[in-house]
């Protein structure tokens, strides 16, 4: 059980254009997921966390115009990169909490973004 | 602000032999401490969790510990094989204010046959 699909695994883009991941909790509701981006040999870095139905709570340096997120149901998240340029290229990854806080959380297999 | 040290960066062991990984926490609120095992290309795994009002949580090989008046807790993983050469995070978080997980830097653990 607990299982969360993300999509695509891979995107490669043109500098400019904007880029969609999403995020699904295919076994359980969701009424929250996180995003996180990861960079190299590092660990995760908190991007937002988003609530069905309200909007999302961006972490400090993270923007929201930029990284646009949408939780329309308790099972779908989605993480819009809009005017991607290089350096947004990174591994993005979600997340869904089974059950209330300070619940395990659950891991999609990530997306790897690449801008050219 | 609270913060998570995870220690050491990176563990080689040979096949067979124990490995222990291990993590400190700042926020002595924290009551709940997931550990994560991250292949490459992949998302991260939930392999054990501990909460605060156990000491020590075992799975198989898999097992945690957890000192709450140090706060320290560590992973250990015994009989390694090749397959648990990974990325390992541990976390912690609470049940109060601001719920959301503090991440390790974590561990690349290579596993040598």
């Known amino acids: 059980g607990a299982v969360v699909s993300q999509h695509p695994s891979w995107v490669i883009c043109k500098s400019g254009t904007s880029v969609k991941i999403e995020c699904r909790s295919l076994?359980?509701?969701?009424?929250?997921m996180f995003w996180y981006r990861q960079f190299p040999k590092q660990s995760l870095m908190l991007m937002a966390t988003?609530?069905?139905?309200?909007?999302?709570?961006?972490e400090q340096g993270v923007e929201k115009d930029k990284f646009l997120i949408n939780h329309a149901s308790l099972t779908l998240s989605t993480l819009t990169v809009t005017s991607a340029h290089p350096e947004d290229s990174s591994f993005y990854i979600c997340s869904a909490q089974l059950g209330a806080n300070n619940s395990p959380l659950h891991f999609g297999n990530g997306t790897r973004l690449t801008v050219t | 602000g609270e913060n998570v040290e995870q220690h050491p960066s990176t563990l080689s062991v040979q096949e067979g032999d124990s490995a222990v990984i291990k993590c400190t926490y700042s926020?002595?609120?924290?009551?709940?401490f997931p550990w994560y095992k991250q292949e490459l290309g992949k998302g991260p795994q939930l392999i054990i969790d501990i909460r605060s009002n156990v000491g020590e949580k075992k799975d198989q090989r898999i097992a945690v510990t957890l000192n709450k008046t140090a706060k320290h807790f560590s992973l250990h993983i015994t009989e390694t094989q090749p397959e648990d050469s990974a990325v390992y995070f541990c976390a912690a978080s609470k049940t109060s204010g601001t719920y959301k997980y503090i991440f390790g830097t974590g561990t690349r653990l290579k596993v040598l046959a």
């Open positions: 076994d359980f509701q969701a009424t929250t």
């Open positions: 926020d002595s609120a924290s009551n709940y």
């Open positions: 988003s609530n069905e139905g309200s909007k999302a709570t961006y």
